[in-house]
């Protein structure tokens, strides 16, 4: 039987529509999202699209200054380096190794971290409170520390800020969830749900889970803009991706040599790290703000 | 309440074992031999090597070592380091208080300007103004530290040339450390340049501490303001309103105490990330202070350095942190009937 | 003349369903020194009236009125700023929940010091201790004898009856004309139920106080109050004194609430179903045209569907195209007094 309507209008939106109208009300939020998937395309092909190698070297264009500035060509759009070597071409293999290393650090340490914390926050007692300590021990060293340890150990490279930034990164994502479980577990619906004869798996995946996903979004979306500043203030202090790698952070690292005679070397690599960072912090804030009247 | 200092107590040794043991296992791991990374001295003689064995308990097992190793590092022996022979902890103490200086003129900076600014953003009524608001304090959370730092000092250090962009204090001031503070140490100085040094040792600190402040200063903004608008909803506020009260007098004497509380959680939250660009901008605006020391330290493979600043500036802020949660539990009668019902 | 006189006032909400009448062409009239009920549901209006009346107005409110009197000033008319200095000095209101009315982080007595009238004859020095004499006296006019334990502690360590205790003293200090108490006894135990009620009409009787006393248990109410009015999603349903209405209810929807009061005699059969109106409240984004009630009402006709005016009959008003009672039916008059 089809449903009368008794009323002009009485359709109630889902929460998932509403979400979704109220991350579009944020005009800023909406442009990072754009800006994020731009990136996101850039990072998987941008390799394809770059015009010069990211370590070709073009002795007759040393410290071009970008197109639109007098001297510069439009062959060498943002300019070159000291090298000769394209900053554009850089940029975009960079995004590749910022940008793509700090998705695939986060979706590592996502899911070690998910599986840590949901563990441990299904737990109780002392080995919960062991756990939660060893937890605070290890956030309590700051990322940058984190590094420079595993650094000291394995000596720097890019594939050792995978670890550096990982081990840091962890921690956090079990502790968030980690404490977004014991918040539910406390809420008198779990209770309910015990009553009824959950077990502890059921309780976790069908009345817990659905309830900290907001929680690991928003862990996420601070996690990878986290990532991508410390993978770029690695590069930039020399201790992850090394000399010619078109890193953004080890791109202003090389350009500080010429700071005084050709500051685009800097502020060019400087400026991709702020939109890529800003449009994934836009997109969080976004998320965090239209999620919240959800959750009251 | 007594009970609860003892219980954070608590937290803090176990909390600085477990970084011990963290640093413990990654000195084992240090692609040098285990005694230069222990002690950092180059070419021990037999009687350094035997002392260092037995100091270290290196013939025993890992628990004995790792006893060993908390014996040596907990009574002050961080070892000397392995490029100026000097003992860390001598080092460390020169470096620390530039670092402190520093973090405590960003800290003030960024509560000066970010309460104040957090409250009026939260007084908004309009959307785009809002918005516009979050996004310029989103903007200056997602900057990258090093590259503010840089861009800072080319435009007011050296196409302006306003400020000095290197070091503490210009090298032509004598200045004897007494409290390790140079502004401090200036004021107190009873050279007859003192006021002129004191006014250098201001413009030094100006661009790292602006610098720095960048990040506390938007995440105050950003929870001052979040945390109001969520009080302005309360029903208490609505109870002072109705008996009359000045929109000011609610705010001022009703919603900010109440709103500091999670100001202050996130700020303790803030702590590592803090200490993280407190390095960074130590290297850029060669500030004398831990970080610069040992990221110098890394680059010269100097392992001991290496040790001795993790373990101080992690150590520092665990304790801060305790702190911090101690303060939030002392200032907030709410945590307060809390520990009542737990206790 | 009434203390506070109030003719169609219409408050509407801007909701993401678009722009709702929360408030339907409200009249309320009180007395001065009388004691005034005002029944309703939850969600039927009664705490947008109260801020009306107070002034302080949610975000996205539209309020429209033909006439707002307070002792003869119009209302509608002063700046904010007045409304704000009215409502410390001649209005003052008291909330339900009462321990989180109070500021969680300050001392009870700081609060209650805070409310107290300045004495402007003496010298500012001695004013804050004045402040301090004159809160201990009103506290203890409340009935809280050990002022000082109660001064020094936050309010989640007293109890909810303590607390609106304090709350009453703070609303009263002021000596207000008029006291706004929105549920005052909300989830709070019988014996400090009555309690609260005795001193709300203590001060009644002793101050000249008007009371505005709003709740949805039309039986403590009716035990309380000189004058009841009864709404229904925000619309006025019937108003008048206590006692008539209880003996004579013209509108449907009084007479429902009368009849679901359990009347604790026994002589209901066992299983017997209980009286209730068929279906619930609407919501506010589906609320019906016309009498609100309708859908409901026992006695609804095609009429309905047209809003009835509130119509006048000796003191006592309701609105209704077919109340109880046979002889007349001057319901086409307008309500006009």
Known sequence: MPQIKIYQEDEIPSPMRRFWHAFLDNPFAFAGLWTVICFLLLALFGPLIAPYAPEQQDPHALLLAPSWDASGTVEHFLGTDDLGRDIFSRLLHGAHLT?????????????LGFIIGSISGMMKGLKSSILSHLLDALLSIPSLLMAILVVAVMGPGL??????????????????????????????????????????????????????WDTLIIQTTLGISAAILDIAALGFLNLGAQAPSPEWGAMVSQGMDNLLTAPWTVTIPGIAILCCVLSINLVGDGLRSALSPLNN | MARYLLRRMNLFVATSLVLLAVLFIATHHFPVEIRFALTGIHAPTVEQIAQIDRDYRLESNQLGQFIGYLQQRVTGNLGVSATSQQPVIDELAAVLPASFELAIVAAVLALLFGIPLGILASMSKNKITQHTIMTITLTGYSIPVFWLGLTLSLWFGVQLGWLPISGQLNLLYEIDPITGFVLIDTLLSDSPYADSAFIDALQHIILPAVTLAVLPFTVVVRSTRSAIISIMDKTYIKAAEARGLHTSHIVLRHALPNALIPVLKSLGLMLGTFASYAMIVEVIFSWPGVGAWLVSGIYQRDYTVIQGGVLAVALIIIFLSIMIEVLHTAINPLSRKELYAAN | MPLLDIRNLTIELDTPHGRVKALDKVSLTINPAEIHGLVGESGSGRSLLARAILGIPGHNWTIKADRMLWDGHNLLEMSSKQRRNLMGSDIAMIFQDPSSSLDPVIRVGTQLVEAMPENKKLPFWRRNADKKKTARKWLHKVGIKDTQKIMSSYAWELSEGECQKVMIAMAIANQPRLLIADEPTNSMEMDT??????????????????????????????IWCDRLSVMYCGQIMESGPTAEILAHPYHPYTKALLNNIPHHTGQIAHKSIMRTLPGSAPTLQHLPIGCRLGPRCPRAEKKCVIRPNLSHKKNRYFACHFPYQEETCNDDTSASS
């Open chain 1, 159 to 212: 594939e050792n800020v995978f670890w550096a930034v990982g081990i840091a990164l962890t921690p956090q994502f079990v502790r968030a969830i980690h404490q977004a479980i014991h918040e539910e577990l406390q809420k008198e619906y779990v209770t309910a749900a015990r009553l009824d004869g959950a077990n502890q798996f059921q309780i976790f995946w069908y009345v817990i889970m659905p309830n900290i």
């Open chain 1, 99 to 111: 940008f793509g290393l700090a998705l695939g650090i986060v979706l590592a340490s996502l899911v």
């Open chain 3, 193 to 222: 139920q009555a309690q609260i009620f005795r001193l709300l009409t203590k001060l009644n009787q002793l101050q000249d106080l008007s009371i505005l006393l709003i709740s949805h248990e039309l039986e403590t109410l009716s």
